[in-house]
């Protein structure tokens, strides 16, 4: 799994593929853990996709600070980047408990539930997400998704429409979300998107 830096504390694990097209974090959890040198090099750990060092940090972290929201957080993306979905759900889920309204484990819970193939799941937390923090980009083409995979196509398209007021311009979103309909038998919607955003960058599609 590619991961990439959206912020200095932010890990993005970013998969622009048809059937599983997952787009990580755009938001942060609010800094919380006293911040340490160890600390820091875990999270840098976490960010240049050493996940297996990066979760033992924070495992011995969490020890330290069993109440630390931020702590189980970083655990549970750096769990997401092994692949090792029910430890990153455990530990997402943790942080959840401890911070109920953070918009970036709510969308990392919502960005599992897809992964794990439970559609119904990730709208849940998509949507709480929306709700709790700035909606950008990524959010809206997973939460799209998530209504496309859980059989409320309606509730996507109308959501589409109203993520493409937002970010219509913006060629990778025209991009991705085209190939989230394409892969969803959403044929018009899908050509319009894509035909855009080869428009913008001829060679996007190749």
Not at 13 to 26: D, K, S
Not at 50 to 73: D, G, H, I, V, W
Not at 79 to 91: M, N, Q
């Amino acid at each position: 799994m590619k991961g990439h830096l959206i912020d200095s504390r932010c890990l993005a694990l970013t998969l622009y593929v048809c059937q599983a097209a997952v787009l990580g974090i755009a938001q942060k959890p609010a800094p919380e853990t006293k911040s340490s040198a160890r600390f820091e090099e875990a999270i840098r750990l976490l960010q240049n996709g050493k996940y297996s060092e990066a979760r033992q940090e924070f495992l011995e972290t969490a020890q330290r600070e069993p109440s630390s929201a931020e702590c189980f957080y970083y655990l549970g993306m750096a769990e997401f980047g092994l692949h090792d979905l029910g430890a990153a759900e455990k530990d997402l889920q943790h942080a959840l408990r401890l911070n109920p309204h953070s918009a970036s484990v709510l969308y990392n819970l919502g960005v599992l539930s897809l992964e794990q193939k439970k559609a119904g799941e990730a709208v849940h937390y998509l949507e709480r997400a929306s709700d709790s923090g700035p909606d950008s980009p990524e959010l809206s083409i997973n939460l799209v998704r998530a209504y496309l995979e859980s059989g409320h196509e309606d509730k996507g398209l109308e959501f589409a429409r109203s993520a493409r007021r937002h970010y219509g311009a913006n060629t990778a979103f025209a991009l991705t979300l085209g190939k989230v309909f394409l892969s969803h038998g959403l044929i018009p919607q899908a050509r319009e998107l894509l035909q855009q955003a080869n428009q913008a960058a001829p060679h996007s599609l190749r």
